[in-house]
């Protein structure tokens, strides 16, 4: 088998070895800031979703705790 040396700065392979890179850096800061952009832009509809997303949430974690992870397989 032949054995291939290791190419460029990061020695992972796959998104790991991606993210160490000054390229995924600067993807990772490119997306922090659209994020947060697109958070303080679109707040007013964020707050107007609250009412119906709060309930979901609560029937969600409600959900987990009463079946305790499906551990017995009883409804």
Known sequence: MTE???SGPS???GIAGFMRTRLGLAVCIV???AGIALAF???VHLLASL???LPLAICLVMH?????GH???RH
């Open 4 to 6: 291939y040396p290791e």
């Open 71 to 73: 551990g017995g397989g």
């Open 31 to 33: 997306l922090a800031v």
């Open 11 to 13: 020695k992972g392979r």
């Open 51 to 53: 009412p119906f997303v």
């Open 41 to 43: 832009e679109h707040r």
């Open 64 to 68: 987990v705790f009463m079946h305790r």
